[in-house]
C-alpha cells in the first residue's frame, strides 16, 4: 500500500505558468482534500471531493481549479501562476470526515 | 464561529522534561471531532489521535497523553519524559457537525524543539 503519494515533489513556476498537482490514493477513499500550508498559519483547504465527479470549495479556492474523474485521483490546478501561491500543498483522504486523514508528502511550489 | 486555537507557538525544552501542548477550540455543534497531528522536520504529517465530542476519557498511550474537557473546550496533549525525536510542529485539529461540513480546521501549530 502506497497509501497517499503526490506528483511533483517540488516545482518553480514563472509568475503566469500553469501547472497540475496529482494525487492519488489507494486506500478505496471517498474523501479527497487539498491544502496548502504557509508559515505561521497552519493549514488551509483549498478544495474538497466528497467522490467521484464531485468537487466543492473549501476556505481558500480562488486560483485553483480542481477534478476527479477517477476515485483514486484528485487533480489541482493553477491556471496562471502567483507568487502568492506559492506555498507546501498537502493532499489527503479519508473514509469520512469524522476519521482520520491521510496525507501525502506535500509538493513545494515556488513562483517566482 | 468555528476555530482552533493553539497560543504557543514555540516551545522548547531539555530531554526528559514534560511538556503540555495547548489547544482551545470553538464550535456550537455537539457532535465534532478532535484531532492532533505532527509534522517532523521531515515535512510529512503524522496522525496521533481522533476523539468525538461524546468521549471525554482521557487518553494514555506510552509517553503520550491527551486531555479532553468540555467544560473548557480544551483538548491539551502532554509529552512525559520528552526526546529530541520529539522535536516537530503539532497541530490540532477539530472536525465540526459530526463530519456534516466536511472540513477539518487546523490550528496554526505549535513547534516544540527538545534539546539534547
Known amino acids: 500500500n502506497a497509501g497517499v503519494t503526490q506528483t511533483p515533489k517540488f516545482r518553480v513556476l514563472k509568475t503566469g505558468q500553469s501547472m497540475t498537482l496529482l494525487c492519488a490514493q489507494d486506500m478505496n477513499h471517498e474523501y479527497m482534500y487539498w491544502y496548502r500550508q504557509d508559515p505561521g498559519m497552519g493549514l488551509r483547504l483549498i478544495h474538497y471531493?466528497?467522490?467521484?465527479?464531485?468537487?466543492a470549495k473549501g476556505e481558500v479556492p480562488d486560483g485553483y481549479n480542481v477534478s476527479r474523474l477517477k476515485k483514486q485521483n484528485f487533480l489541482l490546478g493553477l491556471e496562471s501562476a502567483a507568487p502568492s501561491q506559492t506555498s507546501v500543498y498537502f493532499c489527503?483522504?479519508?473514509?469520512?470526515?469524522?476519521?482520520?486523514?491521510?496525507f501525502g508528502p506535500g509538493t513545494r511550489l515556488t513562483v517566482l | 464561529a468555528q476555530k482552533v486555537t493553539q497560543a504557543q507557538t514555540e516551545i522548547s525544552v531539555v530531554e526528559k522534561e514534560d511538556v503540555t501542548l495547548d489547544c482551545v477550540y470553538e464550535t456550537r455543534d455537539t457532535t465534532y471531532y478532535l484531532f492532533w497531528y505532527k509534522q517532523p522536520p521531515s515535512g510529512e504529517l503524522v496522525f496521533l489521535i481522533r476523539r468525538n465530542s461524546f468521549d471525554e476519557q482521557n487518553e494514555i498511550s506510552g509517553r503520550y497523553s491527551w486531555n479532553f474537557q468540555k467544560s473548557t473546550s480544551s483538548f491539551n496533549f502532554t509529552i512525559t519524559a520528552s526526546q529530541v525525536v520529539d522535536s516537530a510542529v503539532y497541530f490540532c485539529a477539530l472536525v465540526p457537525g459530526g463530519g456534516a461540513t466536511n472540513k477539518l480546521i487546523f490550528g496554526t501549530g505549535t513547534l516544540l524543539a527538545v534539546q539534547p
Open positions: 489527503a483522504s479519508s473514509y469520512h470526515p469524522g476519521n482520520e486523514q491521510f
Open positions: 471531493s466528497v467522490g467521484e465527479g464531485t468537487t
